[in-house]
C-alpha cells in the first residue's frame, strides 16, 4: 500500500480525490447541447471581428490579434467541453477582449513587487474564472495535503513559507489558485510569485500579471539579451532581491519560486515533459536570505519542494524564446500539484557550509523529480484508461 498522499492510496474527502463537490467520480465528459456550441463559437467570432476591426494591417497590434485569434478559437472550444453556459461565457469573453485590448494599446508598467489589482476591477478574480474551464475537474487533483496544513498554520503564525517548484505554464499561478480555492484553503491570493520579464511585458500576458502578487525579476537564461540591457538587469535584479529580504523580514511572507529560471520542455526524442534544472546558486540564494531575515527580524522561513504536472494548460514553445508575442494553445486538461516535505535549512552539529547546501539543494531536487514522475505517470496511466474506453 502506498502511504498517505500518493494517488493510489488518498484518504481525503471525496473532492480532495479528483472528484467534483457533488461526488462524481472520473467519467465521460457530458456533452454541450448543439445550441450552446452554436452560441459560443458565434459570441467568438463576433467579438473577435470586432477587436480585429480596431487594429492597422500590419501593425505590432494586428500580429497580437492574430496570435489571440487561434487562442480563442481553442479557448471557446474549452469552454464548450466544459459546459460554459453562453452567457456567462459571453460575459468572460467580452471582458477578457477589452482588457486584452487595452493592453495592447497602453501596456501597464509593473513595480518591482506588483500587488494584484482587486480594485475597482477584481483582476485576480477575472484571471482564476478565465482560466477556470481549462482545467478537467475530475483530473485536476493536490496531493500532500498534510504538507499545505502546515503551510497554512506558518503563515498564520507570522513565519514565512517559500515553495521551490518545477513550472511549466504561464497559467501555473491560476492553477495554483483554483485547486487551492477548491480545496477551501484561504491562502491562494495571498501568494507571491517570483516572476520573469515575459508576463509583465507580454501584452497578451499582462492582464493576467495585474491580478497576481508579482516579485519582478529577470531570468538567468535572458540577462545577456539584448548585451547592452545586462547592467540594467542585473541592478533591477539586486533590487528585488532586496525587496524580497524584507519581505520576509515582515513574516507572514507565501512565495513561490522556479530555481530553475524557466518552464520545463519536452524532451525531444520521447517529446515527454521532464523537470528543468534547478539552478543550484539561486536555490542557496533562497536560503540564505532566509538565514539573514531570521536573524534580522526573527521571522524563520520554511522551504517546501513543489511537483507541478500543469504543461497540458497553455503549453510552451518547443524552444527558449526570449522575446514576446509566442503563440498559446487553449486546450483543456489536468492540473496536479503536490506539496513535498519541509526541507531542514539548518546547518547541524558537525556539518561544513559546503555539505549542508548540498543536502538542501538535493532534497529539493530529488523530491520534485520524485513526486513529478509519480504525477505523470498516473496521469498518463489515466489517459490510456481514456482511450482504451
Known sequence: MMGRGSPASYYQPLWRRGHSRDGSAFGPRRQASCKSEAEIQMITKETMKQLKSTAPADSPMSKMIDILDGFMEEYALSNIQANTPPAKYQEILGQSVKLMGQSLKSPHQFEILHRAIREPFDYYRWGVDFFRPLLEKESSKMYGLENLEKIVQYIKNGENVVLLSNHQTEVDPQAIEILLEDSGCDLASQLIFVAGHKVTTDPLAIPFSLGQNLLCIHSKKYIENPPELKGEK????????????????????????????????PDPISREFVVAPFDERSVQMFKLMAQKAESASGKKTHFFPMAMLTNELVPPPDGIKAGVGEKRSAKRGAACIWFGDEVDAQKGEGVSSKEAHARFYNDVVNQVNDKYHILAKARAEQLRGVSAN
Open 234 to 265: 542585473q541592478k533591477h535584479n539586486t533590487k528585488t532581491m532586496k525587496k524580497m529580504q524584507s519581505l520576509l523580514e515582515d513574516g507572514s511572507t507565501f512565495l513561490w519560486v522556479a530555481p530553475s529560471g524557466g518552464r520545463d520542455r
